[in-house]
């Protein structure tokens, strides 16, 4: 399956490219607006600061009556200075009265100009004459009062563009004043410049943090997802685990609340199902299997019941009389009365599992556990036995069955592996995987079982060697269990022959 991680329409993808996207338009939008009305901006503001520095002039001369003096002259110059202004100042008569430049002349010219020809840059040789009155009508002041008049202008001796205000203070004097706006071209191309550089250097850089954040914030997303999709495989074993308090905190936390819940569910379900195709098949043959039963206890219990009539019978008559053939009649009757109660357990538990009554609950364990713990509970026969038992599973492995029934087929297996072994002496214990089923075999060293045998086997009460079954007191019934509990559980189970030896093997789900 291709995972979300690798597909370009991921989250976190988008997410990074929309905000570098956002964050390359608002620097293209910047750049564009700088680009077209900084220019407007900077001249307006050029306006703004001439028509204040016009306020000031006339106010310092209203306060001054002596404008020749030192003070005067450092306010003037100051004024002049801090707004980057060209001022000259004449009387009525064209004589200077102030002058923050020293090429007053040129200036002197621009402002007769205004007043009689309304062209600044107005020359009587290329005119013919005719005065300036065209210019003035096709280039129209920008602000116009009573007072003054400021235009936009270009020197032709200077080639330089200029903002020029032009007009008269309250007490009669004339006034000229320009600034240069020139230098704003160049000074947007190397603003624009700049802010490109900067722009470029941003977006890579937040692309970069964006990127970061971004799988920061999908990371917890994709092990969402990688934890639904092992539950669409009805694998509930991974848990979200982060603690965030936020949405997605919030969401993984409803998730395992999800999985336990379908665990349980499922768990219901296969149980319930189980029983069900139990129900079908033991209603059949449930009256056939009372008749056996009854028939093969009391075959079974016939020899063990008349050796203890027979050795009851011998201590009454007191045929032997000695202490020590007392103490041997009353251990043989002790033995067979402990054989009987076995079979009779036993018999009473296949009967439970062949008439349907007994439950099966299906759950998911660890089978690598259950088998190591009965191989440890199982020691000391394997010691006497002198057998060596060899199981090398170490991780866990998880099956769907019932845990009590499985522990008991499994013990029957390796009960009979260690009474039977043989030769080497060497039990093995296997785990084979197969797609969605697992083999759990039970392999012995010693003599092979009869071909017509092993179809036999599985019945209740048979036995290959009865003088060796009856030796360590076996009844014949344990496979008869163990095909009992397979059944229930629907799985299957069997015996192959091998030349130097026998493997009892049976499967369950570890889907």
């Known amino acids: 399956m291709n995972r979300i991680r690798n597909r370009r ?17 608002a620097f293209s939008l910047c750049w564009i607006i700088n680009s077209v009305f900084l220019k407007e901006y900077y001249v307006r503001s050029k306006q703004s600061v001439i028509e204040n520095t016009y306020r000031q002039i006339n106010l310092l001369f209203q306060q001054n009556e002596d404008i020749n003096s030192e003070d005067f002259d450092i306010e003037f110059l100051k004024i002049c200075s801090n707004n980057n202004l060209s001022i000259l100042v004449t009387d009525s008569s064209m004589n200077i009265v102030k002058s923050s430049v020293r090429d007053w002349d040129r200036l002197i010219v621009r402002l007769m100009n205004y007043i009689f020809m309304g062209d600044p840059n107005y020359s009587q040789e290329e005119d013919g004459g005719f005065g300036g009155g065209e210019w003035a009508r096709e280039h129209p002041p920008l602000i116009e009062t009573d007072q003054y008049m400021i235009r936009r202008t270009n020197d032709s001796r200077m080639k330089t563009d200029y903002l020029e205000l032009w007009g008269g203070l309250d007490n009669g004097n004339l006034i000229i004043m320009r600034t240069p706006i020139e230098s704003i071209r160049e000074s947007v191309i190397i603003a624009n410049r700049f802010l490109g550089y900067v722009g470029i ?25 990688d934890i639904s999709e092992k539950m669409t495989h009805l694998d509930f074993e991974a848990k979200y685990n982060n603690t965030d308090k936020n949405e997605i905190g919030i969401l993984g936390n409803h998730i ?8 349980k569910t499922i768990s219901e379900l296969k149980t319930a199902n189980n029983e069900l195709k139990n129900d079908l098949k033991n209603k059949e043959k449930t009256e056939e299997m009372r008749t056996e039963f009854l028939s093969n206890v009391s075959h079974e219990l016939k020899t063990p019941i008349a050796l203890i009539q027979g050795y009851a019978e011998g201590l009454k008559e007191g045929i032997n009389d000695d202490a020590e053939s007392r103490d041997f009649y009353c251990e043989v009757i002790m033995d067979e009365a ?10 009473l538990n296949l009967n439970q599992l062949e008439s349907g ?10 089978v690598v556990e259950l088998i190591a713990n009965c191989i440890q509970s199982a020691d000391i026969l394997i010691r006497q036995s002198q057998a060596e038992v ?3 599973e170490q991780g866990p492995v998880y099956v769907w ?11 029957n297996y390796l009960s009979n592996a260690i009474h039977y072994v043989d030769g080497e002496r060497k039990i093995e214990v296997k785990l084979i995987q197969k797609a969605q089923i697992l083999r759990i075999s039970v392999f012995n060293t010693g003599n092979p079982i009869p071909e017509e045998s092993l179809e036999q086997l599985w019945k209740k009460f048979y036995k290959v060697d009865k003088a060796r079954t009856r030796e360590y007191g076996g009844s014949g019934v344990g496979l008869s269990i163990v095909k009992a509990i397979m059944e229930s559980l629907n799985r299957d189970y069997g015996v192959i022959n091998y030349e130097n030896g026998v493997a009892f093997w049976f499967e369950l789900d570890c889907k």
């Not at 395992?256 to 665990?263: I, P, T, Y």
């Open 9 to 25: 329409h991921s989250i976190g993808a988008q997410f990074a490219i929309i905000f570098i996207a956002l964050m390359a338009g």
């Open 201 to 225: 250097s941003a977006v890579l850089l937040c692309a970069v943090v964006i990127w970061v954040v971004s799988k920061k914030i999908t990371k917890p997303i994709l092990e969402l997802a």
């Open 256 to 263: 395992n609340q999800l999985s336990r819940a379908l665990e």
């Open 338 to 347: 402990e054989k009987m109660n076995q079979l009779v357990k036993n018999l």
């Open 357 to 366: 009554n007994e439950t099966i609950t299906l759950e998911r364990f660890d």
């Open 390 to 392: 060899i199981f090398e």
């Open 401 to 411: 069955a019932d845990e009590f029934k499985t522990e008991e087929v499994f013990m």
